[in-house]
T-cell receptor, first 113, second 109 residues
Framework: NAGVTQTPKFQVLKTGQSMTLQCAQDMNHNSMYWYRQDPGMGLRLIYYSASEGTTDKGEVPNGYNVSRLNKREFSLRLESAAPSQTSVYFC????????????FGPGTRLTVL | GNSVTQMEGPVTLSEEAFLTINCTYTATGYPSLFWYVQYPGEGLQLLLKATKADDKGSNKGFEATYRKETTSFHLEKGSVQVSDSAVYFCALIDDKIIFGKGTRLHILP
């Protein structure tokens, strides 16, 4: 039981390049989330998927897109990376939406030059 | 809108000291409250939670009580260990989840 897995662990991009961060969970959870973590800012929600087939914007969605590919997988895409998107990205999942414990992946450290 | 405010760090204590990390919140509804912990190089993991007023969450010697009258959920531990060194996040879920900015804790041997 791997929990929440993320790939890649590290990535360096040049400004304007695109990439997709992958996330998968094996806990049969309905809800999945993408966060970014920046020094002094805590965690900020980028997008979430309350259930398979739905996605919604969080606090900081600009510059990102997501796809809930199936119940297990939730990807985050940067179409044209900017230095302001340098951050650590965490994927998380929970059984439901309301008041549920979230389980986090190990994170992807992204640097945009 | 909803918000979470927690004390700024870093907090540095000696082993076996008493720990308090303050957390206060604003919410329009009746949120559930959480403490998450992040060890170096890892993702966050749930430490404890409380879903209604006067509930006490506890785990690994840590505890926090949901105080509606003071809108607080302070984290306490009676005797900290070096292994407790980490970043601690207070969070609430109302219509969506909101995290505080985190408090870095250093425990000296």
């Amino acid at each position: 039981n791997a929990g929440v897995t993320q790939t890649p662990k590290f990535q360096v991009l040049k400004t304007g390049q695109s990439m997709t961060l992958q996330c998968a969970q094996d806990m049969n959870h309905n809800s999945m989330y993408w966060y970014r973590q920046d020094p002094g800012m805590g965690l900020r929600l980028i997008y979430y998927s309350a259930s398979e087939g739905t996605t919604d914007k969080g606090e900081v969605p600009n510059g990102y897109n997501v796809s809930r590919l199936n119940k297990r997988e939730f990807s985050l895409r940067l179409e044209s990376a900017a230095p302001s998107q340098t951050s650590v990205y965490f994927c998380a999942s929970s059984e439901g939406w309301e008041a549920d414990t979230q389980y986090f992946g190990p994170g992807t450290r992204l640097t945009v030059l | 809108g909803n918000s979470v405010t927690q004390m700024e760090g870093p907090v540095t204590l000696s082993e076996e000291a008493f720990l308090t990390i303050n957390c206060t919140y604003t919410a329009t509804g009746y949120p559930s409250l959480f403490w998450y912990v992040q060890y170096p190089g890892e993702g966050l993991q749930l430490l404890l939670k409380a879903t209604k007023a006067d509930d006490k969450g506890s785990n690994k010697g840590f505890e926090a009580t949901y105080r509606k009258e003071t809108t607080s959920f302070h984290l306490e531990k009676g005797s900290v260990q070096v292994s407790d060194s980490a970043v601690y996040f207070c969070a609430l879920i109302d219509d969506k989840i909101i995290f505080g900015k985190g408090t870095r804790l250093h425990i000296l041997p």
